[in-house]
Structures are given as structure tokens and as C-alpha cells.
């Protein structure tokens, strides 16, 4: 039987009007494509060999990143129908970092295919290995469609300590930590009121002489130790839940974090997509 040569292109590239003139020249062509054009725009493989590029590809992860890669498959008008797969690895993010777990969370969208339920939203990386985000899916025969992938990234505390808050309706994609320093400083008020209702009632605490001429402290008229130990024990809890808030608790889990990544310069912390193709006999 005939074999044909085939393509699946993956492109990296912000501008997709420069995208689709690429793929327009290479649909013309057959194996002999430009190597170096390839290289500097895509890439590209034959027959049954796998393409793979990585989600950071050296950025500099840090607390409240984000960012999104796009890429695109293509059959490149082959001869024959290929049916293909797209698949992820995110086993770097689930390692164990001093008993923690780098807070990255992922989202895969398209247009063109449907992504897997489970990747459809922001979910936290849980399996290891290479792991299906679509379906066994086809290009016809001659077919010139080209599939869009959005992947995005997002250093999101909220869903490792608390409550999972992805809210970004501000558009920073930081409003889950602008509600922590929210709480925080209305916290941080209410311990400085608490406190200085203590120190108001504590001036009612005065002191007298006894017949004898000895002095005697004692509270005021309408004043009581039990009434000031209850403002003692409010300033013990507002104290508490400062200590204990959620930004606090964001704040110190990124600080591990971060000090474990720099101790550690040669842990590597990426997630490659891998797209597969074969040609329908």
C-alpha cells in the first residue's frame, strides 16, 4: 500500500495573521519545508512522530503570575484523513515541594475541539504522565482546518489554602488576594478598636485611701474586673483571627514556596503538550 507524508504543525505565535500565512506555504509544499522557517515560527513533525513544546519555557514563576499559551494543529491538506491526540503532562507541578504543592492551576479552552470536561475550568494538576485533553479526534482528508488551543496558567493560592476564589473580574487576576488584604486590614482595625476599649476601661481602675491612709485600687462606680477581663478576651480574639487570616496564611505558604525554589535551582517546574498523529489507512 501507498504510504503518504503528512504534517501536524504546532505554532507558538502571538499574531495569527502571520500564522496562517505560514500555514498557507507550507500546504504547497510537501516534506521538503524550510527547516530553519520551521524553526524559527513552529514545530513540526512527520508520519507518526509526536511534536512537543513546554507551558513555561523558562518563565520565571512567582506568586499572582499568570499568563496562557496558544497553539495550533494543523493537518496541512494532507493526502489522507489522520486522526490525532493532544495530551499534557503536568507531573512537575504535583511533586512534593517540603510538603507543599507548587500553586498552579491550569485551564484548557477551544473553539475548534472539545476539551475534556475535567480541563475546561481551573482545575488543580492530580495525574501523572501524559493525559488525554481531547478525545481521539480527525482531520479529513485535504483538509485545510486548523485547531486553536488556549492554555492558561495562573499562581492561585486560593484553591491550596482556603477556599478556591478564581474570581478575576477586575481583569489583574488578583482579586482573590485583594479580598485576603481586604480581610486583613479590617482585622488589623478591629484589633487596634478592641484594644483601645480595653485601654479606655482600664483608666477606670483608680485608686482611693483607706481611713488608715493606705491606698486601695479598686474600679471605679459602674466599672468591674469581670467587665474588663470580657475586653481583655475581645483583644485575644481579634489578635487570633488576624493571625490566623487567610492572607496570612496565603502569605506564608508562597514564602515556602519560593524559598524551596530557590534553594533548589535545578528542580525543574514545566508541563509539556504533546500532539500525536497517524494516518487513517
Avoid at 101 to 110: D, G, H, M, R, T
Avoid at 184 to 198: C, K
Avoid at 234 to 261: E, G, H, P, Q
Wanted: glycine share 4%; proline share 3%; hydrophobic share 40%.
Amino acid at each position: 500500500m501507498r504510504r503518504y507524508i503528512f504534517y501536524l504543525l504546532i505554532a507558538t505565535l502571538l499574531s495569527v495573521d502571520m500564522l496562517l500565512s505560514t500555514l498557507a506555504k507550507f500546504a504547497d509544499t510537501s516534506a521538503g519545508i524550510d527547516t530553519a522557517r520551521v524553526a524559527q515560527l513552529s514545530f513540526s513533525a512527520y508520519g507518526d512522530t509526536p511534536i512537543e513544546f513546554k507551558l513555561f519555557d523558562g518563565i520565571a514563576l512567582a506568586p499572582l503570575e499568570n499568563g496562557e499559551r496558544v497553539f495550533f494543529v494543523t493537518g496541512g491538506k494532507s493526502e489522507v484523513a489522520i486522526n490525532y491526540i493532544i495530551q499534557m503532562n503536568a507531573e512537575d507541578l504535583i511533586q512534593d515541594l517540603d510538603g507543599r504543592q507548587l500553586p498552579i492551576v491550569l485551564k484548557i479552552s477551544s473553539a475548534d475541539v472539545d476539551i475534556n470536561d475535567a480541563y475546561e475550568d481551573w482545575f488543580i494538576p492530580t495525574d501523572k504522565g501524559f493525559n488525554d485533553i481531547i478525545d481521539t479526534n480527525q482531520f479529513a482528508a485535504g483538509s485545510e482546518d486548523i485547531v486553536k488551543i488556549t492554555i492558561q496558567w495562573w499562581w492561585n493560592t486560593s484553591f491550596f489554602v482556603g477556599n478556591p476564589n478564581s474570581s478575576n473580574n477586575s481583569g489583574s487576576f488578583n482579586d482573590y488576594y485583594v479580598a485576603a488584604i481586604t480581610e486583613y486590614e479590617s482585622l488589623r482595625s478591629a484589633l487596634v478598636t478592641t484594644q483601645d476599649a480595653m485601654n479606655e476601661y482600664a483608666r477606670h481602675y483608680a485608686s482611693s485611701a483607706d481611713p488608715d491612709g493606705n491606698t486601695i485600687w479598686d474600679w471605679e462606680s459602674g466599672f468591674s474586673e469581670s467587665d474588663y477581663q470580657d475586653k481583655i478576651n475581645a483583644v485575644d480574639s481579634a489578635r487570633f483571627a488576624l493571625n490566623n487570616c487567610i492572607k496570612l496564611k496565603y502569605d506564608n505558604y508562597d514564602s515556602a514556596i519560593m524559598s524551596t525554589l530557590q534553594t533548589e535551582p535545578k528542580l525543574t517546574l514545566d508541563v509539556p503538550f504533546r500532539v500525536s498523529g497517524r494516518q487513517v489507512d
